[in-house]
């Protein structure tokens, strides 16, 4: 997925997963800060390097991971200390950025560490070295990246950028001299929000910013960014910004199309009063309707069996597990669970398959249909049909029934 000079010699620590959460790539920062070798990285599985190589912080990487991947949503943390082979390390800022492929599903992670002391990015020199390679390259095959020093002035002036801004219609002479401010760039729509959100960030004592806006090109079309920036100060006790912005149109298309989809889903199914969820490769709820949201609580990122049946495994029967291990394109099951308020309730689910473009079964969509109150009805009549039978059979006298006049 990732394999370039840019991203080897990242002052930031990347590390990318695939669509299986096999390592593919484990940048040359990354092995300074975790004092190991891309080499034992590569190619293992997610669970198997966390607990082998990050024991100390492996719960807390996991479950950000995990909330990236279901939410599919930029997740990122501050502060997260951890230490390798016995050496204490400086404290971490992790962001997890999850990849979709054309259908909008989860194709792989993008994870930035940045280990925050002052070391954790290099000078500018390494950024000249760098720049020249970075037109060629992109952080993943549809997310170029661009390397970016700030200063902390207002309008945020451009001190470094590198070559392959050219990729959007400017030049590096005219954002470095600043005849370009780089909030000049910034969606006019966006930049009182991104103002915002910089002056809040700057009263806090974090140094690891992130956020999601718009640039516009020379020609004045907009384009989706992620930046990821570190705060740092210099010896003159002014402070720069050091980090990359990355393009990330298509999945910011594929993020607005899937809100219009689900929020048609919302309107549809909350008006016949059926739950709706989506439900991952690994039995987390990604996505839940209002229905099931007022019958079971906030269920979203949480396991669906814990989740719905309080139970610490996947349910016997599950109708998802069925379309996950079998294939099936319908499975209907009656299941028996607890409300919100420990209530028991019976559902109808009915499970189908959501599959990418390659037609691998991705996650399930599952309707809920409430049925407590037809159950209700029908333990009753059990209950008075056993009731008369008992009364029939304990009866001291003969009982005969007449049907039809016989």
């Not at 470094?160 to 006019?188: A, C, M, R, W």
């Amino acid at each position: 997925m990732i394999d370039s000079y840019i991203v080897q010699n990242s002052p930031i620590g990347i590390f990318v997963v695939d669509k299986n959460d096999s390592f593919t790539v484990f940048n040359r920062s990354m092995e300074s800060i975790c004092e190991v070798s891309a080499d034992d990285i590569i190619g293992g599985g997610l669970d198997h390097v966390f607990s082998e190589h990050f024991p100390v912080w492996e719960n807390e990487l996991k479950e950000l991971f995990q909330e990236a991947k279901s939410s599919l949503e930029t997740v990122a943390e501050e502060n997260i200390p951890f230490s390798d082979r016995g050496k204490e390390l400086n404290l971490s800022s992790v962001t997890f950025f999850p990849v979709v492929d054309d259908s909008g599903f989860y194709d792989g992670m993008v994870c930035y560490v940045g280990e925050i002391c002052e070391e954790g990015f290099r000078e500018k020199g390494l950024l000249d070295e760098i720049s020249g390679a970075s037109k060629e390259v992109s952080v993943e095959k549809d997310i170029p990246v661009v390397i970016f020093r700030w200063s902390a002035e207002k309008g945020r002036p451009v001190l470094f950028v590198s070559d392959n801004i050219s990729q959007v219609g400017y030049t590096k002479e005219e954002l470095e001299s600043g005849t370009i401010k780089y909030i000049d760039i910034v969606h006019p729509e966006d930049r009182k929000m991104l103002l915002a959100d910089f002056e809040s960030f700057e009263t806090t004592d974090r140094v690891y910013f992130s956020d999601d806006y718009r640039l516009l090109n020379r020609s004045g079309d907009s384009f989706w960014v992620n930046e990821i920036s570190l705060l740092k100060k210099k010896d003159d006790s002014s402070f720069i910004y050091d980090g990359i912005v990355i393009d990330k149109t298509d999945r910011k298309k594929a993020e607005l199309s899937l809100k219009d989809e689900r929020d048609r889903l919302e309107r549809i199914s909350s008006g016949m009063g059926l739950g709706l969820a989506v439900i991952s490769r690994d039995f987390r709820t990604i996505w839940a309707n209002d229905v099931l949201r007022d019958i079971f609580g906030d269920v979203e990122n949480k396991l669906c069996y814990g989740a719905y049946n309080k139970r610490s495994k996947v349910c016997d029967g599950c109708a998802v597990r069925e379309v996950f291990d079998k294939g099936l394109d319908r499975v209907v099951r009656e299941q028996q669970g607890f409300d919100r308020n420990g209530n028991p309730m019976w559902s109808e689910i009915i499970a189908t398959p959501i599959k990418d473009s390659d037609g691998n079964i991705t996650a399930a969509m599952q309707v809920v249909i409430p049925v407590t109150k037809r159950k209700m009805r029908e333990l009753e009549l059990n209950e008075n049909r056993a009731r008369i039978e008992s009364i029939l059979r304990s009866a001291p006298v003969g009982i005969g029934v007449i049907k039809d006049g016989k």
